[in-house]
Protein backbone atom coordinates (compact mmCIF):
# COMPACT_ATOMS: atom_id res chain seq x y z
CA UNK A 1 0.00 0.00 0.00
CA UNK A 2 3.35 2.54 0.61
CA UNK A 3 4.48 1.68 -2.63
CA UNK A 4 7.54 0.60 -0.91
CA UNK A 5 9.09 -2.57 -2.20
CA UNK A 6 8.91 -5.33 0.36
CA UNK A 7 11.26 -9.05 0.57
CA UNK A 8 10.01 -11.95 1.31
CA UNK A 9 12.63 -12.81 3.79
CA UNK A 10 14.45 -10.50 5.90
CA UNK A 11 17.89 -11.54 7.50
CA UNK A 12 20.88 -9.85 10.10
CA UNK A 13 22.24 -8.88 6.16
CA UNK A 14 19.63 -6.37 5.66
CA UNK A 15 20.34 -4.67 9.22
CA UNK A 16 23.59 -3.23 8.30
CA UNK A 17 24.59 -0.24 9.78
CA UNK A 18 21.19 -0.25 11.88
CA UNK A 19 21.16 1.43 15.17
CA UNK A 20 19.63 -0.90 17.77
CA UNK A 21 19.19 1.66 20.25
CA UNK A 22 17.46 4.46 18.44
CA UNK A 23 15.47 2.50 15.14
CA UNK A 24 15.05 -1.12 16.30
CA UNK A 25 14.16 -0.32 20.28
CA UNK A 26 12.91 -2.88 22.61
CA UNK A 27 9.68 -4.87 23.04
CA UNK A 28 7.11 -2.66 24.13
CA UNK A 29 8.98 0.59 23.42
CA UNK A 30 8.99 3.52 20.82
CA UNK A 31 9.12 2.93 18.03
CA UNK A 32 7.49 -0.19 18.45
CA UNK A 33 9.44 -2.00 15.94
CA UNK A 34 9.34 -5.37 18.24
CA UNK A 35 5.48 -5.49 18.97
CA UNK A 36 3.66 -2.97 21.29
CA UNK A 37 3.55 -5.17 24.36
CA UNK A 38 6.94 -5.71 26.31
CA UNK A 39 6.06 -9.31 26.88
CA UNK A 40 4.71 -9.64 23.12
CA UNK A 41 1.58 -11.42 23.62
CA UNK A 42 2.23 -14.06 25.86
CA UNK A 43 0.61 -12.25 28.60
CA UNK A 44 -3.03 -10.62 26.29
CA UNK A 45 -5.57 -13.12 26.77
CA UNK A 46 -6.69 -14.84 23.27
CA UNK A 47 -9.36 -16.28 22.27
CA UNK A 48 -9.14 -19.20 19.93
CA UNK A 49 -11.69 -19.32 16.92
CA UNK A 50 -12.56 -22.67 17.11
CA UNK A 51 -16.47 -24.29 17.92
CA UNK A 52 -16.16 -26.62 21.00
CA UNK A 53 -20.14 -27.55 20.62
CA UNK A 54 -22.01 -29.90 19.85
CA UNK A 55 -25.52 -30.74 18.04
CA UNK A 56 -26.66 -31.76 21.27
CA UNK A 57 -27.17 -29.13 24.20
CA UNK A 58 -25.90 -31.38 27.28
CA UNK A 59 -22.74 -32.28 25.07
CA UNK A 60 -21.74 -28.84 24.40
CA UNK A 61 -22.54 -27.43 28.09
CA UNK A 62 -20.33 -30.72 29.04
CA UNK A 63 -17.50 -29.80 26.57
CA UNK A 64 -17.36 -26.23 27.68
CA UNK A 65 -17.80 -26.86 31.17
CA UNK A 66 -14.56 -29.60 30.65
CA UNK A 67 -12.35 -26.67 28.94
CA UNK A 68 -13.01 -24.19 31.53
CA UNK A 69 -11.85 -26.62 34.46
CA UNK A 70 -8.97 -26.69 32.64
CA UNK A 71 -8.26 -23.30 32.69
CA UNK A 72 -9.32 -22.48 28.83
CA UNK A 73 -10.40 -18.53 28.55
CA UNK A 74 -13.47 -17.69 28.48
CA UNK A 75 -15.67 -18.70 24.95
CA UNK A 76 -17.54 -16.37 22.38
CA UNK A 77 -20.04 -19.09 21.48
CA UNK A 78 -21.59 -18.99 17.91
CA UNK A 79 -25.32 -20.21 18.33
CA UNK A 80 -27.05 -21.77 15.91
CA UNK A 81 -30.71 -20.00 16.03
CA UNK A 82 -33.32 -21.50 14.08
CA UNK A 83 -35.06 -19.96 11.75
Same mark, same amino acid.
Given at each position: ?????????????????????????? +? /?????? *???????????? @??? #??? +? /?????? *???????????? @??? #??? +???????
Amino acid at each position: MSGRPIKPLYTPNDLDGLDDETELGY +P /GQYPFT *RGVHASMYRGVC @GRC #GSS +P /GSVRRD *RTNERFKFLLDR @GKP #GYR +PRFDLPR
